[in-house]
């Protein structure tokens, strides 16, 4: 049918027409598709740049988020020095800190112009962060304070905040003992700890969320491109059906990759270059984009569900596997890890050793244990793994394994301090459950009482 009505128009087409104006019309309609080609490849190389620009927007963002979240951490870390050592020089630091360097300030400022206008969201939660983190500076000048009493430092040496900061009676007539002990216990103790963990959920959930975001709009962005692409189709079909009534060869290098390239887009695959100029630059354009979106999704997948230093699966995957795992009819072990003394690591051979004894602590997991098994780190010293299809039964091999890991930390190279795990296991007959994390929490207690360096299966009677 469709053969029909074009022979039929073609004949009336050229019914007391010359060639020359047929020719001339054709010319001219030409010419009209070429622009609206024109524009078309205009506005997928629009959506490539926007694209671009909203991926490099959303990992500085990311960034930023690091750095309100380092600025916290960093304040944290001279109180508490400041705390246990009286040394002046960390309460200097501090004050430079929160006054002169306000990483946290900027990185919050940097953060609302890379995301106010496409995820408000993200930007009120970094926002309550920084309040939070605010909040926490009250403990911790109130620390810092009854610190510099105990020490007896001469108040002209304190910053303006400290000697304004006020203090109970009873606090400040206590003895020097414990004025230092409420210091501890003010940057040490459970309120603190759950004022920081407020702050690190809030940051997580800057990030989850700007991920969202992020992936919301490559999908919109995809779309467009992909709109833009059929457009381009259509205007391409046109142009085929106008030059073959003049040129008939032309056909086989215009039509050929048309129905390449829809096939391509239909089953989700790269374009092949082929075809006109046109036709190919559609196709570098499209596998650019095309490409460029799986990196960015696997990239930002590869962040949010592993650990940046130690390259193990992190918290929030460790939250999401256990859902998937409860309720399961499988049996399964589950076995909570502390680095043993950690922070004496820290302390004595700095930060970056530390940094080097968790990744170093973190491939012996990984290299132990079966691909089918999940490894974790789920806080700064902490690790889980999940064993699945383990029974009790095989509490001889997990302990070979563990001894391994503890005779290669307590036996190191090239001067690297010594160190070792601490672990608890419990296991479970029927997949993940409450009770299991608890039971390998009290196994993991009973072997730091037991002097570390081990390992310990809970059982019921224990």
Not at 59 to 80: K, N, P, W
Not at 254 to 265: A, D, G, R
Not at 420 to 445: I, K, N, T
Request: with cysteine; glycine share 4%; net charge negative.
């Amino acid at each position: 049918m469709y053969s029909k009505i074009q022979k039929n128009t073609k004949s009336n087409t050229l019914k007391g027409l010359r060639i020359q104006t047929v020719s001339l019309w054709i010319a001219v309609c030409t010419v009209l598709v070429a622009i609206l080609i024109g524009y078309g490849i205009v506005n997928v190389k629009k959506h490539y740049r926007d694209l671009a620009h909203m991926t490099e927007k959303y990992i500085l963002a990311q960034r930023y988020v690091m750095d309100l979240s380092l600025g916290s951490d960093y304040l944290t870390e001279q109180a508490r020095l400041y705390v246990i050592t009286k040394d002046p020089a960390h309460a200097d630091v501090y004050f430079t800190e929160t006054d002169v360097t306000r990483r946290r300030e900027k990185a919050l400022h940097k953060i609302k112009n890379q995301l106010l206008s496409d995820d408000d969201i993200s930007v009120r939660m970094a926002t309550d962060a920084l309040n939070q983190s605010n909040a926490l500076m009250d403990l911790e000048l109130h620390a810092m304070k009854l610190a510099a009493l105990s020490s007896r430092t001469d108040p002209s040496q304190l910053s303006e905040k400290l000697k304004e900061y006020p203090l109970s009676k009873e606090e400040f007539n206590a003895s020097a003992k414990e004025q230092s002990d409420a210091a501890s216990a003010l940057v040490f103790g459970p309120e603190y700890r759950a004022k920081k963990q407020e702050i690190d959920a809030t940051l997580s959930n800057v990030t989850e969320n700007a991920i969202q975001v992020c992936e919301t709009k490559q999908a919109e962005s995809e779309a467009s491109m992909k709109k833009a692409l059929t457009l381009q189709s259509i205007y391409t079909v046109m142009i085929v059906l106008l030059v073959t009534l003049a040129y008939a060869m032309i056909a086989l290098l215009i039509l050929k990759p048309i129905k390449m390239y829809i096939n391509c887009i239909e089953n989700h695959n790269i374009l092949e270059i082929t075809g006109a100029y046109e036709f190919k630059y559609l196709a570098v354009t499209y596998n650019n984009v095309y490409e460029m979106s799986l990196a960015q999704q696997n990239l930002l997948r590869q962040k949010a569900e592993h650990d940046a230093l130690t390259g193990l699966l992190n918290r929030q995957s460790f939250e999401q596997i256990k859902e998937k795992l409860q309720g399961l009819a499988q049996p399964l072990a589950l076995l909570l890890i502390d680095i043993d003394v950690f922070k004496s690591i820290n302390d004595n051979y700095g930060h970056e050793t530390g940094d080097l004894a968790l990744i170093k602590a973190a491939n012996l997991l990984k290299d132990s244990f079966r691909s089918a098994d999940y490894v974790f780190r789920i806080g700064g010293d902490e690790f889980a793994a999940i064993l699945q299809k383990v029974t009790p039964e095989n509490k001889e091999t997990i302990s070979s394994k563990i001894d391994k890991i503890n005779t290669v930390l307590k036996h190191p190279e090239n001067g690297f301090p010594e160190y070792s795990v601490s672990v608890g296991v419990a296991f479970s007959a029927s997949g993940y459950s409450d009770e299991l994390f608890r039971q390998a929490d009290l196994a993991l207690y009973e072997t730091k009482e037991n002097g570390r360096c081990g390992y310990t299966f809970y059982a019921s009677s224990s």
